[in-house]
T-cell receptor, first 114, second 112 residues
């Protein structure tokens, strides 16, 4: 059973608000990832991190930002939410090194911006 | 990473084997084949991966052709809870770690 958590699970918020989506894992994984997925569509990588103080943008351009101050924590922030940000956001983690370990996914946060 | 091609959807009768194909004709020698699945509204779940040899675990079997240009994921006795989108991903070792590129996947519907 993977130990990766996301909060909130569901969020409905008005345009212009600042929001932070939380992601935590207790497996000691160095690598963490954020994916965005619209209903019925593919997952797209928007951010990833190799470890503390390391963050990179993914394949899909995103107006969100991330931080990695602690190994276990990888929050995603939207400074000013817009309806176009409505989507599901999935966090994942994997073991360090060049190994081929699987990615463990959290349950996701479904965000609706009105 | 090599591109993969999967059927958009498939049906399977409950209790029967589900065979999900994947084409990856541009796969290179050091790239592995991974399978994940995503049950509705949940995060993806790792199923299995392989390089050349066939692999089996408690969830599924993975059959890779000798030329490695295609593979098949087999769920031996499909249940209703196996209804999900199944993603075939080809990935090699990179310094960046486990970067996965998800395509459209196959939507498997297991019917009673």
């Amino acid at each position: 059973e993977a130990d990766i958590y996301q909060t909130p699970r569901y969020l409905v918020i008005g345009t212009g608000k600042k929001i932070t989506l939380e992601c935590s894992q207790t497996m000691g994984h160095d690598k963490m990832y954020w994916y965005q997925q619209d209903p019925g569509m593919e997952l797209h990588l928007i951010h990833y991190s190799y470890g503390v103080n390391s963050t990179e943008k993914g394949d899909l351009s995103s107006e969100s930002t991330v931080s990695r101050i602690r190994t276990e924590h990888f929050p995603l922030t939207l400074e000013s939410a817009r309806p176009s940000h409505t989507s599901q956001y999935l966090c994942a983690s994997s073991e360090s090194g060049r190994g081929l370990g699987e990615q463990y996914f959290g349950p996701g946060t479904r965000l609706t911006v009105t | 990473d090599a591109k993969t091609t999967q059927p958009t959807s498939m049906d399977c009768a409950e209790g029967r084997a589900a065979n999900l194909p994947c084409n990856h004709s541009t796969i290179s020698g050091n790239e592995y084949v991974y399978w994940y699945r995503q049950i509705h509204s949940q995060g993806p779940q790792y199923i299995i991966h392989g390089l050349k040899n066939n692999e089996t675990n408690e969830m599924a079997s993975l059959i890779i052709t000798e030329d490695r240009k295609s593979s098949t994921l087999i769920l031996p006795h499909a249940t209703l809870r196996d209804t999900a989108v199944y993603y075939c991903i080809v990935r090699g070792l990179t310094h960046a770690g486990n970067m996965l590129t998800f395509g459209g996947g196959t939507r498997l519907m297991v019917k009673p």
